[in-house]
């Protein structure tokens, strides 16, 4: 059961309050990617420019990622991005965005990458998600993930494509924005009653509070992986949907109950935990197995309590 | 085993998206009072002008709470607030703050008061906590709450103050602004280290996202019950507070074990969940023991997973 995952390679200049790295390896289908290989063969579909080099390739290969479809564009220039974050590293400020190849990027699919019966359709323009999905008509479980420019610039198209999908993975302010309702679990409520059955499953990325799933049976919330340090947060929410959407292709001969999708939501939560302990893809290209098995427990050691059943003074 | 708190008994006029309410019975020392009232029997030490009235008095005699140490002062005016939520309640403009009595507040405890065993400092001037804190020697567990504004303008004697406790209940901004650590946890770790074993709970508030809680012992967070809709957030910090003190209080035959500890939390959060569904202390005045079991179970439902123990792909 492969992946097949559409989206950014990119090259990212980063300020932190750690220190500033140049031009590292980043973008959204391969920090997804990264993390998903720890579950899945995963097929990264993404244009290159002239300047991406070999180096960039072999990350992704010695995790086992297919390249085959990332597409080198003559005479392009690979996607940059120039940020800096404030010191509690909430805040960030984009300095630079040069689109390059990213600009008219139609996405071309091999047969592998459409045999593969998972999809993520990373942050990309809506129309072509919708095009790219439409490709996969039989995949299983098919997740996307979008962004505020989208829900301003093309919102039907957005909508259009949500209700395509199985899953929809948001930032919290931008299921806000999308629904015009306070409550996430308003908002996530109010998306999962567009067309059902699609889509049947809402994650609200919360940042450096972790992550919540909503669905038809359910609530679910997880806290971040505590940590003393972030070094660079650029990326993590793409890696929590790698480690979380991993996980479910790895187990798609389940059915998606609610215990699996919660599973999933603690392996998204321990790999962005590492993503962020180090500056770029440098942690999670160390990672081993072993490591996320050892967090996602203690995870469960972090959130669990039992409840007392005494009566109360009314 | 009864609590003490000491804190701001206030008229809040408040306008959210649902409403605007004026001069509700409000301050820190209410929403706590009520909030632990489930648990114990709880003392309120705060001054009240000649406007106060009899009804907002029987509105915490109703729920046990002892208003004995309730000081009105001749030609006083009660503590006032005024403040506006933004359409997703998490920002709010304060729009008047009239001090009135609380400017003078000099803390009267009769010896009932000062038999207490537990004692709650709500967010007051810190050298005033620790004239208090001081006349309560026996006390098994005292917490104490504060705000940006003391940081700032008494840093030196909260740090003074919170060595004194054992417990620090504070909004995660405020734990990043009086150590300077971005990171949550390093920042409670760090106080944990001030002056061992003082304070020996550290308990971050983290609004719409919940609260985590950070010992020596480890760490624990639990999210926000989930709501469709939130009326009026003022208030809830000290409600959490209230629930989560009395739960302790309540159990004080105990040690105060990570497990309790974790159970305390579930009750404050609960607590705060009901005190936000509507305006001021309106939902808490007609809330029963059975409804708060019933939420806090159901957190519990909201926050469990299992571990898968699979190895993965290296």
Request: hydrophobic share 40%; glycine share 8%.
């Amino acid at each position: 059961m492969s992946i097949t995952v559409v989206g950014s390679i990119a090259y990212d200049t980063v300020t932190t309050p750690f220190g500033e790295r140049d031009r590292m390896l980043g973008g959204a289908a391969v920090h997804f990617a990264l993390a998903a290989s720890f579950f899945e063969e995963v097929r990264v579909v993404g244009p290159v420019g002239e300047d991406f080099g070999e180096h960039e390739l072999d990350v992704m290969r010695n995790r086992g990622v297919d390249v085959s479809d990332v597409e080198r564009i003559p005479g392009g220039k690979t996607f940059f991005w120039r940020g800096k974050y404030g010191w509690d590293l909430n805040s960030r400020e984009t300095l630079d965005t040069q689109l390059g190849v990213f600009e008219g990027f139609q996405p071309k699919l091999s047969q592998a990458s459409l045999d593969s019966d998972v999809l993520f359709l990373a942050n990309i323009q809506p129309d072509l998600q919708r095009d790219v999905r439409a490709q996969l008509p039989n995949a299983r479980f098919v997740a996307l993930d979008s962004m505020n420019l989208w829900i301003e610039a093309a919102r039907d198209s957005l909508v259009k494509a949500i209700k395509e999908c199985d899953c929809l993975i948001l930032n919290d302010s931008e299921l806000r924005q999308l629904t015009g309702k306070a409550s996430i679990y308003a908002a996530a409520r109010e998306i999962l009653e567009w067309s059902p059955p699609h889509p049947r499953v809402i994650v609200a990325k919360q940042g450096e509070y972790g992550a919540a799933l909503v669905t038809n049976e359910g609530f679910f919330s997880l806290p971040a992986f505590p940590l003393e340090r972030v070094v660079d947060p650029t990326g993590a929410g793409d890696t929590f949907a790698g480690g979380f959407v991993g996980y479910l292709a790895a187990h798609s001969d389940q059915e998606y109950s609610e215990e699996l999708l919660r599973q999933a939501m603690a392996h998204g939560t321990a790999l962005a935990s590492f993503n962020v302990e180090e500056f770029g893809t440098d942690r999670i290209e160390k990672l081993s197995g072993g490591e996320i098995v050892a967090r996602v427990r203690q995870l469960r050691e972090f959130t669990q309590f039992s409840a007392a059943a005494e009566p109360l003074r009314d």
